[in-house]
C-alpha cells in the first residue's frame, strides 16, 4: 500500500499557482520523497524529489516541512498542459551501487485540472 | 540523452498466447524495472533487474517473467495470457549509480497490451 495520502482532485485557474499536498506521516528518515505525474495514457514523469530541504528546479517546488510529515508540490505559473494526475511517492533510495533501494509503490494521486 | 524507449508501443494477442516486451533503458543506466498500469489496480511494481539479475519483485504470479542483458536493456515476458493482463506496461530505468538521492526512476512511454 502507497505510504502517502493526496486529495482526489483538485482545481487551478490558468497561470496561478498550483500546491499539492502529501501526507507521508509515516515517514522513515531514509526516505525520499518523490513526485512524478502522468498525463492521460503516457508514462509517469518525473518532476523534482527531496529528503528534508526544499527543493526547487525548472519544473516546480517542493517543499517539506521540518518533521517531514507532508510536504507541497508548487507549480508556480499552471498551464493547461499541467492537466495530469501527480503522485507524491515515499522511497528508500540505495546507499550503494549493489543495493536496491525500495520499489516505487503509487497510490491514486491527485488528479489536477488546469482550466483558462 | 535519448529517454528510455519501449517497443511495441501496442499490442493485441488472444487469451493463452504468450508475450515479450522490450525495453530500452537511458544510456548509462544498469537498472530497469517494470511496472503494469490497470484501471483498477492502478500503477504496480512487477521487478527491477540490476546487472542482469532480478533484485526486487512485486507481487505477481510467475507468468511474468523478465530478463536484463549485458548491455541493460530488458525485456519482460508474460505467458498464458488472460484478460486481466490487458494493461499499460511501463519501463523505468535509473543510474543505480549508489550516490545519495541520484537514484531517480525515468519512464519510458509504455507498451498498451490488449488481451482479447
Known amino acids: 500500500d502507497a505510504k502517502t495520502t493526496q486529495p482526489p482532485s483538485m482545481d487551478c485557474a490558468e497561470g496561478r499557482a498550483a500546491n499539492l499536498p502529501c501526507n507521508h506521516s509515516?515517514?522513515?528518515?531514509?526516505?525520499?520523497v518523490y513526485w512524478y505525474r502522468q498525463i492521460h495514457s503516457q508514462g509517469p514523469q518525473y518532476i523534482i524529489h527531496?529528503?528534508?530541504n526544499n527543493e526547487t528546479n525548472e519544473m516546480a517546488s517542493l517543499i517539506i516541512t521540518e518533521d517531514r510529515k507532508s510536504s507541497t508540490l508548487i507549480l508556480p505559473h499552471a498551464t493547461l498542459r499541467d492537466t495530469a494526475v501527480y503522485y507524491c511517492?515515499?522511497?528508500?533510495?540505495?546507499?550503494?551501487?549493489?543495493?536496491?533501494?525500495?520499489?516505487?509503490?503509487f497510490g491514486k494521486g491527485t488528479t489536477l485540472s488546469v482550466s483558462s | 540523452k535519448a529517454g528510455v524507449t519501449q517497443t511495441p508501443r501496442y499490442l493485441i494477442k488472444t487469451r493463452g498466447q504468450q508475450v515479450t516486451l522490450s525495453c530500452s533503458p537511458i544510456?548509462?543506466?544498469?537498472?530497469v524495472s517494470w511496472y503494469q498500469q490497470t484501471p483498477g489496480q492502478g500503477l504496480q511494481f512487477l521487478f527491477e533487474?540490476?546487472?542482469?539479475?532480478?533484485?526486487n519483485k512485486g507481487n505477481f504470479p510467475g507468468r511474468f517473467s523478465g530478463r536484463q542483458f549485458s548491455n541493460s536493456r530488458s525485456e519482460m515476458n508474460v505467458s498464458t495470457l488472460e484478460l486481466g493482463d490487458s494493461a499499460l506496461y511501463l519501463c523505468?530505468?535509473?543510474?543505480?549509480?549508489?550516490?545519495?538521492?541520484?537514484?531517480?526512476?525515468?519512464f519510458g512511454p509504455g507498451t498498451r497490451l490488449t488481451v482479447l
Open positions: 523505468a530505468s535509473s543510474s543505480a549509480s549508489g550516490l545519495a538521492g541520484a537514484d531517480t526512476q525515468y
Open positions: 509515516t515517514i522513515s528518515g531514509n526516505e525520499y
Open positions: 527531496g529528503l528534508k
Open positions: 511517492i515515499v522511497r528508500v533510495e540505495p546507499e550503494s551501487p549493489n543495493q536496491a533501494g525500495t520499489a516505487l509503490i
Open positions: 544510456s548509462g543506466h544498469r537498472s
Open positions: 533487474y540490476f546487472s542482469e539479475t532480478q533484485r
